[in-house]
């Protein structure tokens, strides 16, 4: 259950993000954020004075409503990720913070990255040069699960298609 004020409770299913096709995911979390008043949050942060002893009851409350919204943006945001993302952002302690950093890892996973560069990777495969594109998936990791057809296929279906053993080995390597 999420649980963003604390008459509103409610059961919902959470986009599940596992390291591929982040756009289509970051577009599902920001109508979350929106439905739950917690985009500016997530996005722009909590903007916390440096010194708290100088506010005012009504300031101090309004900083405890936005610590709370924060927490619970955190909280989806980290619900949302499958165990191998997640362990990526243990370390923030703000939605800003787990925010920034996967869109610094993945944003653009494959909606930025050029047809015409993956087409490189496709011809290798295409050719049955895995060799080839075992080099380019090693020099650009982070591109492995990016489709490289037309079907969404990454280079991992094409390993499976080939029914040769050891791209598929060699690729599962790299991304370890």
């Excluded at 390291?19 to 979350?32: I, P, Q, R, V």
């Excluded at 939605?95 to 990777?121: C, H, N, V």
Aim: glycine share 2%.
């Amino acid at each position: 259950m999420a649980n963003t004020n604390s008459s509103q409770f409610f059961s919902m299913s959470l986009p599940i993000f596992d390291g591929s096709y982040y756009d289509l995911w970051e577009k599902k979390m920001m109508t979350l954020f929106k439905s739950q008043n917690l985009t500016d949050i997530a996005m722009y942060g909590l903007n916390k004075p440096t010194n708290i002893s100088f506010l005012e009851e009504a300031q101090q409350k309004e900083l405890e409503v936005k610590e709370h919204k924060d927490a619970s943006a955190l909280y989806l945001i980290q619900q949302s990720l499958a165990n191998t993302i997640f362990s990526r952002i243990t370390e923030a302690s703000t939605a800003k913070q787990a925010w920034d950093m996967l869109q610094k890892e993945f944003r653009g996973d494959y909606k930025i990255t050029s047809e015409i560069e993956l087409e490189e990777p496709y011809k290798a495969a295409m050719k049955e040069e895995w060799q080839r594109m075992i080099d380019y998936y090693q020099k650009h990791f982070k591109k492995i699960s990016c489709p490289v057809t037309a079907s969404k296929d990454n280079v991992l279906h094409l390993a499976v298609i080939s029914k040769k053993e050891q791209p598929l080995k060699d690729l599962l390597e790299i991304m370890k």
